[in-house]
């Protein structure tokens, strides 16, 4: 989602002197003002559309009594597993089990960003918890004041126990995303056709 561009002081927006052209500075700054109120409009009466999905599994595991997952899990190789650094371009230990992960750069249209999140591992002897706490777009200033428009929430949540049928995870991920919907042509769309395609 691209912000619509700020008019309020372009470049060109300085007023000509009354001498050179008697009457058009007034003409410009009243235009100016004209631009600016309808973009701020245009954020005040944007639409917010809820974006969500999620995912259940159980999975089945090899029977290692010697070497629990929790042990695994509790090792700096099991943290990099679950948080899958492979795909990173970056990963950054924040202390009291906060990681920031980056992301490799999007490409949409002419901008570029890179997410960015931080997410904190929850380790107990029968279940790990990776909540993310923030998620931010790092690009240009247009990019990132995108920041200001949506908010995001993560959880993966394993269990695992055993049973007669051996080792197994259950794995709970759920994913939330509230956007706001303000610049044209999307604005003038209903929010289910946003909504339902994103929603899983």
Same mark, same amino acid.
């Given at each position: 989602?691209?912000?619509?561009?700020?008019?309020?002081?372009?470049?060109?927006?300085?007023?000509?002197?009354?001498?050179?052209?008697?009457?058009?500075? +007034?003409?410009?700054?009243?235009?100016?003002?004209?631009?600016?109120?309808?973009?701020?409009?245009?954020?005040?009466?944007? @639409?917010?559309?809820?974006?969500?999905?999620?995912?259940?599994?159980?999975?089945?595991?090899?029977?290692?009594?010697?070497?629990?997952?929790?042990?695994?899990?509790?090792?700096?190789?099991? #943290?990099?597993?679950?948080?899958?650094?492979?795909?990173?371009?970056?990963?950054?230990?924040?202390?009291?089990? +906060?990681?920031?992960?980056?992301?490799? &750069?999007?490409?949409?249209?002419?901008?570029?960003?890179?997410?960015?999140?931080?997410?904190?591992?929850?380790? +107990?002897?029968?279940?790990? &918890?990776?909540?993310?706490?923030?998620?931010?777009? @790092?690009?240009? @200033?247009?990019?990132?004041?995108?920041?200001?428009?949506?908010?995001?929430?993560?959880?993966?949540?394993?269990?695992?126990? +055993?049973?007669?049928?051996?080792?197994?995870?259950?794995?709970?991920?759920?994913?939330?995303?509230?956007?706001? #919907?303000?610049?044209?042509?999307?604005?003038?769309?209903?929010?289910?056709?946003?909504?339902?395609?994103?929603?899983?």
């Amino acid at each position: 989602m691209v912000e619509a561009p700020s008019f309020a002081s372009p470049p060109m927006a300085k007023p000509l002197s009354a001498r050179s052209r008697p009457g058009w500075s +007034t003409h410009a700054t009243f235009a100016l003002k004209g631009f600016s109120s309808r973009v701020e409009m245009s954020e005040s009466a944007a @639409k917010t559309a809820n974006l969500s999905a999620s995912r259940k599994q159980v999975i089945q595991l090899p029977n290692y009594e010697q070497y629990p997952i929790s042990q695994f899990l509790s090792h700096p190789s099991g #943290i990099q597993a679950i948080l899958n650094t492979r795909a990173l371009q970056s990963f950054q230990f924040l202390g009291a089990n +906060t990681y920031r992960c980056t992301l490799p &750069k999007i490409q949409f249209l002419n901008f570029e960003a890179t997410p960015v999140m931080d997410l904190r591992m929850t380790l +107990t002897d029968t279940d790990c &918890k990776v909540e993310m706490l923030s998620c931010k777009f @790092k690009g240009s @200033k247009i990019v990132e004041r995108q920041n200001n428009h949506f908010s995001a929430f993560m959880t993966n949540h394993m269990r695992w126990d +055993t049973n007669d049928s051996g080792n197994t995870v259950e794995v709970d991920v759920k994913l939330g995303v509230t956007l706001e #919907i303000f610049t044209q042509p999307f604005a003038l769309l209903p929010l289910s056709a946003v909504e339902v395609p994103g929603n899983a």
